[in-house]
Structure formats: structure tokens, C-alpha cells
């Protein structure tokens, strides 16, 4: 089991993802599962992936009401359409349609997934628990709605690897 | 060997993760495709092996500094905690394995670099200055070492400079519309000043690396492409030359009898209110100049950063790419893409210093001889 939580801790909610992963370092220590936290998802990550039967990703999500905290099942990207989304004069595809920006350094659960299968051929069960963040201004304090959301965050987290777990020791599963 | 472990992470991510997509995919690849997962899926070992030489210089940086982003472990009159010996065989057992990878990317690239001739003679080619740390001897220098500025034709224009005396020789100005500091050479002026620094630049000023297989690869890289490359292309390959070197550094640094010397702090009060401290930084040269109080607190600071360095040479380099692959104003997605990748060549820290969120904004006014706009395409 792997949890991957990403965040700056300097930029306001987004660092929601490390505050639970350090928490969870304690909380799962003796479990064998393992805590990495980051400030943000990176290529290397696969190589870590792909030896976890469950990756759960923890971030910080600008699209949720503050404070919210959701659990949904993420599966690699699937290669990109090509054509779909692109400008047919200059063949610049819109922003949905490129996936890893090669300038940004950015790339989602969805992305890593998809480098993982393609580098070490394994694709790990993963779920992506989002805590919806108020503010991603400069500064180490959480949102009081944020940090109050921090112990669901890492229950929803633990309740994850749990039923992966169980998931993990159910024959035919 | 921090710093070196930088260098080797840094290079990693700059060719395999950021580059390699141009190079072995096409520039005029799938743009939606044109990214390491693409890589991936064409050719998963070179992917791993960036993956893994990324791995590799982070590993080090996190055993020695305890984190890879920013670690605490330099600090001043030393380090933090001294080396031990677990973590100084963990580094030792890996350096092969990593060794092996450097190798075999150079010699995928080499063996493919003929194909991006076109390229190569139009991304930032020109004679410009170069400048780098070399030690006394020659050697590159990426710490402790003095400033050496030469130009296109190997004419020295300044040697043996003490990185205190930067600003006799470099001149800092500001654009109105750039955010980033150009600087110059003053003695030339500016912008006739424009210089180079990074991969390109420090082998260029060196006589030498200072490691066997690194230096029987650059003496092949110089019978390649002459004793004094010009074109900003050739960054790649100056940057994977490094990483063998680097790697080769760490395991001589590891190897010495004194490396696990507990001794590994000097601490003082202040005693200088002016300090002038020079890397090379894996973009190349860095300069930290800091005014302090008698109490250490900060008063004054100035940066030159390897981007701001390399700053009149990248606008340059994208005048000369864009002139040549921009025909008319029809202009097709690899046009533009090219437009990026001669920024890509000096890898610089532009997400990170402006602190970019999303997607990197391209916009692209196409004018004709006489300015006016005949079109606009932005990404």
C-alpha cells in the first residue's frame, strides 16, 4: 500500500496533502504501508507505484467546496485522442487534450498511473482523496475549514488502505 | 557531492522528462502524445533510465539533506551531520547501475544526432561569450573555483576572476517587458555582451572535466562538433557529458579516506558584513552576494541567476528559430513547438521562478518586414 500525498506547504490549503500525510507517517507506521509525501506528483513516483497493490493519492482540490472531502477511483490516462481538441489551422491542441505539459513539470494521479503500466507493465488499484481547499495563497496556515478537515481526510485515507486490504485477502476479489 | 547529485537529478529531468519528447518522438510528433508518457510507450528503457538517474541524484540529496527539495543540511561553516557509513555504501552500491545508464543514453544520442542537424544549426546558433568556474589548471569547476570568460573562437576575455569581483565584469539591466534580469559582459557592453553559461558554456571554458570517461566523451563531443560549439542545441548533449562526469565525481568523493570525518562544522559569530558565494548550479553559474548587520540579519541581496545569464541569448535563440521555421503566417503547431524546445535547451527555471500554474502560456505575434501584425496564435 502506498499513499502519496502532494502539496506545497508554503501555498495556503494545498498543503492540506502533507499535513495528512505526515499524520498517516505516524498513524500507519507498523502497518507496511508507505507514507511519501511531495510537493508535487513526479515521473520517479511510478517506480514506487508499481511495487504498491493500492496507491492513495491525497491533494488539495480548487474545484470542491472548502472543507469537503471525496473519494474517487483514479485509472491511468488513457492515450491522448490526437486529434481531438486541436486547432485545425495550427494543430495546437486545447489544454484538455495535451496531458503532460512538458514545460509545467505538472502531472495528475491519472498520468503517473498511465507511466506506470507503461514503464513497469503493473497498474495499481488507486483512489484519489481530495480535500476541497479555500485558499492556495502564500502562507503555511490551513483554511479553518481545511484544517478541520484534516481527520476525515485521514480516515478516509486509513478506511481506504482497509478495504484495500480486505480486497487484497478476499479470494477472487 | 551534493551539488554534483543536483546537477545529475536536475539534468536527468531537463533531458529525459522535458526533452527526449522532441528527440525521439519528433517536434512534430502528436503534441497530445509529444511527453514522457509518450516516451514511455516508445521506448520504455530510455524512460527508465531517466526515471532511474533522476532517482539517483535524489536519493543522494535525500540522504544527505534529509529531503529533496530544499534541504537543510549546508549550512554555514559546514554541514549539518557528517556522513555515515551506511549511507555513504548505500550511494557507493547505486553509482554503477547509474554509470551504466548515463552511458547508454549518451550513446543513444550520439548515435542519433545527425538526425537533428536542422535543428542544431538553427536553435541559437551564434557566436557568442561563454563563462564558467574553472579551478587553477583549467579543470571545470562547479564549486570553489574562479571565473573564466571566453569567446566564440576561444579568445580568453577574462581569467582567473575572483567571483567577489562579478559585478567589475557583469552588467545587470532590466527590460520592460521581461521580469527576468539580462545581464551583460561589461566590457563588451549591452547587449554586444551576450553570454552563455551552463552545460554548453563550462565545457566550452574548460580545458578539461578532470574524469577519464568524461573526458575521452567531451574530447569525442569537440571532435564532433569543433573545440568551441556555438549552437545552444548542443546543451543536450554538453548536459548528458555532465552526468557521467558527475557521477564519476561522487564516487571519488565517496571514496576518500576522510569522507566520513566527523569534523564537519566550523561555527563563528559574524565577522563580515559582505559576502560573495559562486556555484555552478546545474543551469550554470550561480552568485549570491549578501550585506548583513552586525547581528547577521540581511540588509541587502542580489541574485544572478543562470537564466538571467543566459537571458539575451534565449531571446536570441528564439528570434533565429523562429525566423527560420515560421514561413509566411501560416504556422503549424511544430513551428511553435520549436519555438519552445530552443527555450528547453537551456533548461530554465521559468515554471518555477514566475511560479507557473497550468499550462505554459505561448503566444506568438507573427509581423511582417515592416512590424505589422499579420497573426496571433497563442497555447
Do not use: C, N, Q
Given at each position: 500500500m502506498l499513499v502519496v500525498a502532494c502539496g506545497n506547504a508554503l501555498r495556503g490549503d494545498d498543503a492540506v496533502g502533507p499535513e495528512v500525510g505526515e499524520l498517516l507517517t505516524v498513524g500507519l507506521a507498523g502497518t507496511g504501508a508507505t507514507v511519501i509525501v511531495s510537493d508535487q506528483l513526479l515521473p520517479e513516483l511510478a517506480d514506487d507505484a508499481s511495487r504498491a497493490r493500492l496507491v492513495v493519492f491525497v491533494d488539495a482540490a480548487a474545484?470542491?467546496?472548502?472543507g469537503s472531502v471525496s473519494l474517487r477511483t483514479v485509472a491511468p490516462r488513457r492515450a491522448a485522442a490526437g486529434?481531438?481538441?486541436?486547432?485545425?489551422?495550427?494543430g495546437v491542441p486545447a489544454p484538455e487534450a495535451r496531458s503532460l505539459d512538458p514545460f509545467s513539470h505538472g502531472m495528475g494521479p491519472e498520468d503517473l498511473l498511465a507511466l506506470t503500466r507503461d514503464l513497469y507493465a503493473a497498474v495499481p488499484d488507486a483512489v484519489l482523496v481530495s480535500v476541497g481547499a479555500e485558499s492556495f495563497e502564500p502562507g503555511a496556515e490551513l483554511s479553518g475549514a481545511v484544517r478541520l478537515a484534516v481527520p476525515r481526510a485521514v480516515e478516509a485515507v486509513q478506511h481506504a488502505i482497509s478495504e484495500g486490504v480486505q480486497k487484497a485477502s478476499t479470494p477472487h476479489a | 557531492m551534493l551539488n554534483l547529485a543536483q546537477i545529475v537529478q536536475s539534468h536527468a529531468l531537463s533531458f529525459f522528462y522535458l526533452s527526449s519528447p522532441d528527440l525521439l518522438l519528433g517536434f512534430d510528433s502528436d503534441p497530445a502524445l509529444r511527453n514522457l508518457v509518450g516516451v514511455a510507450r516508445q521506448t520504455p528503457d530510455l524512460a527508465r533510465d531517466g526515471v532511474a538517474l533522476r532517482r539517483f541524484g535524489q536519493r543522494i540529496i535525500e540522504r544527505l539533506g534529509g529531503k529533496r527539495i530544499h534541504p537543510a543540511w549546508v549550512v554555514p561553516g559546514g554541514v549539518s551531520r557528517p556522513l555515515d557509513a551506511s549511507e555513504r555504501d548505500s550511494i557507493l552500491a547505486e553509482i554503477p547501475d547509474a554509470r551504466e545508464r548515463a552511458h547508454r543514453t549518451l550513446e543513444w544520442f550520439k548515435k542519433n544526432v545527425a538526425s537533428w542537424t536542422e535543428e542544431a544549426a538553427h536553435f541559437g546558433d551564434f557566436p557568442s561569450l561563454y563563462m564558467g568556474l574553472v579551478h587553477e589548471g583549467g579543470n571545470a569547476a562547479y564549486s570553489d573555483g574562479l571565473l573564466r570568460v571566453v569567446d566564440?573562437?576561444?579568445?580568453?576575455?577574462?581569467?582567473?576572476?575572483?567571483?567577489?569581483?562579478y559585478d567589475e565584469y557583469l552588467g545587470e539591466t532590466v527590460e520592460p517587458w521581461s521580469y527576468l534580469k539580462s545581464t551583460y559582459f561589461k566590457p563588451l557592453g549591452y547587449p554586444a555582451g551576450i553570454y552563455r553559461v551552463g552545460p554548453l558554456a563550462r565545457l566550452n571554458v574548460a580545458?578539461?572535466?578532470?574524469?577519464s570517461a568524461a573526458d575521452a566523451e567531451l574530447a569525442e563531443y569537440r571532435d564532433r562538433?569543433?573545440?568551441?560549439?556555438?549552437?545552444?542545441?548542443?546543451y543536450h548533449y554538453a548536459r548528458l557529458i555532465e552526468i557521467v562526469h558527475c557521477i564519476d565525481v561522487i564516487d571519488e568523493i565517496l571514496s576518500r579516506p576522510d569522507i566520513l570525518d566527523p569534523h564537519v562544522r566550523a561555527r563563528a559569530q559574524i565577522n563580515r558584513n559582505e559576502g560573495v558565494g559562486v556555484s555552478e548550479a546545474p543551469r550554470g553559474v550561480l552568485i549570491h552576494h549578501y550585506k548583513v548587520d552586525d547581528d547577521g540579519l540581511v540588509e541587502w541581496v542580489n541574485l544572478v541567476i543562470a537564466t538571467g545569464h543566459n537571458n539575451l541569448a534565449m531571446n536570441r535563440s528564439v528570434l533565429q528559430t523562429a525566423r527560420h521555421?515560421?514561413?509566411?503566417d501560416q504556422v503549424k503547431e511544430g513551428m511553435l513547438n520549436r519555438v519552445e524546445a530552443v527555450i528547453r535547451c537551456y533548461d530554465p527555471c521559468l515554471s518555477c521562478s514566475t511560479h507557473a500554474v497550468g499550462q505554459m502560456p505561448l503566444e506568438v505575434d507573427i509581423r511582417d518586414a515592416e512590424g505589422s501584425l499579420l497573426r496571433q496564435v497563442s497555447r
Open positions: 474545484d470542491r467546496p472548502a486529434a481531438a481538441g486541436t486547432d485545425r489551422a495550427t | 566564440s573562437s576561444g579568445w580568453v576575455m577574462a581569467d582567473g576572476v575572483d567571483p567577489r569581483a580545458e578539461r572535466l578532470g574524469t562538433l569543433g573545440r568551441y560549439p556555438s549552437s545552444s542545441f548542443h521555421y515560421i514561413k509566411g
